[in-house]
């Protein structure tokens, strides 16, 4: 019995110790570390899911945010910054901004990540403060409305919303409107890529550019679900990414349609069809991708799906 029990304890240590680190990372422990938590955490919201017969995206978000929180609140507090809620033409948003400043400064509207459906505000408060302090600039994080429960593009509208009022009223909060610009990771960085574009194709006299737009990481395309990207990280291998192929298709999903319905298309790539494929495939190529990246697009599976 004892043996059966070393066993088991042994597999278990070496299954959730073996993660392998790029030997490009700048600060391996910390990615290890990162990956390990996940790496337990996703395995026991699969079999909570499992025997409570709940739904896993439901069980993730619970699971995520108390995890978070719980990093959240060891995080030092930033001195130098000021912190208040405010409703921007009906989007609630999280203002920072440095206390010891004179005139007019830069602005930063960010969007959170989260896969559009998990996070909030509160959760990157650190970051958000030591942007503000980093910068000094007033940031403006957006408390966009969640998926599943808020479908595409509802979202995205709250983030378009939010930001025209604060390139509007900049000059209210101490800030310069001609040097706002908008940034955001993950969801967060395709939310600010979609507002930026909106604003520059429809531009509107009254409403001031923006001046720059970072994107971190962000999620910028759902036309090929076989990238390179999305091979490597795919769930049926070991890897330092928390982002897994099947959490990507789960994720937009959730974004899109509200539900998993149609994941089964996606995770055969065969959610869109081989004339949009071939239509859009100069602009989501992976022949432009570098080295060991670069591989032959799969356009020659057909589907029905128009959805």
């Known amino acids: 019995m004892i043996g059966w029990i070393t066993a088991v304890i042994s597999f278990l240590l070496l299954y959730y110790l073996y993660i392998p680190i790029p030997r490009e990372a700048t600060e391996p422990w910390k990615l290890y570390f990162t990956s390990i938590v996940m790496k337990i955490q996703g395995d026991l919201v699969m079999v909570y899911a499992?025997?409570?017969?709940?739904?896993?995206?439901?069980?993730?978000?619970?699971?995520?945010?108390?995890?978070?929180?719980?990093?959240?609140?060891?995080?030092?507090?930033?001195?130098?910054?000021?912190e208040e809620e405010a409703n921007f033409d009906g989007?609630?948003?999280?203002?920072?901004k440095?206390?010891?400043?004179?005139?007019?400064?830069?602005?930063?509207?960010?969007?959170?990540g989260g896969g559009w459906y998990i996070f909030n505000t509160k959760t990157y408060s650190y970051f958000t403060n030591l942007l503000s302090k980093k910068a000094n600039a007033v940031v403006i994080s957006i408390e966009y409305r969640l998926a599943p429960e808020n479908t595409f593009p509802v979202p995205f509208e709250d983030c378009l919303n939010a930001t025209k009022y604060f390139l509007v009223n900049a000059r209210k909060?101490?800030?310069?409107?001609?040097?706002?610009g908008i940034a955001g990771d993950s969801a967060g960085g395709n939310l600010s890529m979609a507002v930026a574009l909106k604003l520059a194709i429809e531009p509107t006299l009254d409403i001031p550019k923006l001046a720059y737009q970072v994107l971190i990481y962000p999620c910028l395309q759902a036309l090929d679900f076989?990238?390179?990207?999305?091979?490597?990280?795919?769930?049926d291998r070991n890897t330092h990414c928390g982002l897994t192929r099947n959490a990507m298709i789960l994720f937009n999903n959730l974004y899109a349609f509200g539900n998993y319905e149609n994941f089964m298309a996606f995770f055969n790539n065969t959610h869109v069809t081989l004339a949009i494929k071939k239509k859009y495939r100069d602009r989501v190529d992976p022949k432009c991708l570098q080295g060991r990246y670069q591989m032959e697009p799969n356009d020659?599976?057909?589907?029905?799906?128009?959805?």
């Open 50 to 82: 499992f025997l409570t017969k709940k739904k896993i995206h439901d069980v993730m978000r619970i699971s995520l945010h108390r995890c978070i929180s719980f990093f959240v609140y060891f995080q030092p507090k930033i001195q130098g910054i000021e």
């Open 91 to 96: 989007v609630l948003v999280r203002i920072f």
């Open 98 to 112: 440095p206390t010891n400043t004179k005139g007019l400064i830069p602005g930063i509207v960010y969007i959170h």
């Open 173 to 180: 909060y101490n800030v310069n409107p001609d040097k706002v």
């Open 300 to 307: 020659d599976t057909e589907t029905d799906n128009t959805k």
């Open 226 to 235: 076989n990238h390179s990207s999305f091979r490597e990280n795919n769930i």
